[in-house]
C-alpha cells in the first residue's frame, strides 16, 4: 500500500509561485500514475493535472495549463506540482493521489492512494 506526503503549500499572493511536492513511500511508484486534485471550500475534488509512469506524458485542467508544470522523478519517489502565476481562484486544498496503470487517468475513482492535503491560499 503506498502511503503519500505532500508539502509544499502555504500562502501566496497573486502572480506568485509555489511548489508542491509528494512523496510516495512505495518502492514501486514508477509504476503508478499520478496526478494532483484540488478541493476548494464548498466544492468537490477536481483533476487539476495527471503524468503518466515514465513522466513523459501529462495533461491539465484548462484553467491552469501555461501556468503549472506536473514532473516526476522516479528515483526519489516524489511528484511535483510547480505553480507559477497564481491566482485567488487557485485557493483550494491540494491533494496528490495515486492509480494503479500507466496512463492518464482524469476521474477521482480511478486513484486508489491519497495523500492528506496540503492547503494553497493565493491572497488578491
Known amino acids: 500500500q503506498a502511503q503519500l506526503v505532500e508539502s509544499g503549500g502555504g500562502l501566496v499572493q497573486t502572480g506568485g509561485s509555489l511548489r508542491l511536492s509528494c512523496a510516495a513511500s512505495?518502492?514501486?511508484?514508477?509504476?503508478?500514475?499520478m496526478a494532483w486534485f484540488r478541493q476548494a471550500p464548498g466544492k468537490e475534488h477536481t483533476f487539476v493535472a495527471g503524468?503518466?509512469?515514465?513522466?513523459?506524458?501529462?495533461d491539465y485542467t484548462d484553467s491552469v495549463k501555461g501556468r503549472f508544470i506536473i514532473s516526476r522523478d522516479n528515483a526519489k519517489n516524489t511528484v511535483y506540482l510547480q505553480m507559477n502565476s497564481l491566482k485567488p481562484e487557485d485557493t483550494a486544498i491540494y491533494y496528490c493521489?495515486?492509480?494503479?496503470?500507466?496512463?492518464?487517468?482524469?476521474?477521482?475513482?480511478?486513484?486508489?492512494?491519497w495523500g492528506q492535503g496540503t492547503q494553497v491560499t493565493v491572497s488578491s
Open positions: 512505495k518502492h514501486t511508484f514508477s509504476s503508478y500514475a
Open positions: 493521489a495515486a492509480a494503479h496503470g500507466l496512463g492518464i487517468y482524469y476521474a477521482r475513482e480511478a486513484y486508489r492512494y
Open positions: 503524468i503518466d509512469w515514465s513522466g513523459s506524458n501529462s
